[in-house]
């Protein structure tokens, strides 16, 4: 069973960091996915924030969050990056991880991210 798992949220200050982690399971064909960061704030729409294509080679940022944050993917371990940098309280929200195009039955249950003025 294909599974996606997202980590690596939690309480930040304005102006601080985190990195979440994306891990992919379930998929033994030796291929990889192209993968998107998605977020959703309370009371908003899901967004996009983020792309990586399956070899890492090319990336997509939200303009939203361009030159802050920085999508990454280690392959040998199945997992994809993003790095959150100066951090905004507008940057709360769950953060998800799904494929490209994303699968209904890919999303998880996201990481929480709260960012702190």
């Known amino acids: 069973q294909v599974q996606l798992v997202e980590s690596g949220g939690g309480l930040v200050q304005a102006g601080g960091s985190l990195r979440l982690s994306c891990a992919g399971s379930g998929r033994n064909d030796g291929t990889q996915w192209d993968i998107n960061w998605f977020r959703q704030a309370p009371g908003k729409e899901r967004e996009y924030v983020a792309y990586i294509n399956w070899s890492g080679g090319s990336t997509n940022y939200a303009d939203s969050v361009a030159g802050r944050f920085t999508i990454s993917r280690d392959n040998a371990k199945n997992t994809v990056y993003l790095q959150m940098n100066s951090l905004k309280p507008e940057d709360t929200a769950v953060y998800y991880c799904?494929?490209?195009?994303?699968?209904?039955?890919?999303w998880g249950q996201g990481t929480q991210v709260t960012v702190s003025s």
């Open positions: 799904n494929t490209n195009p994303p699968q209904e039955n890919y």
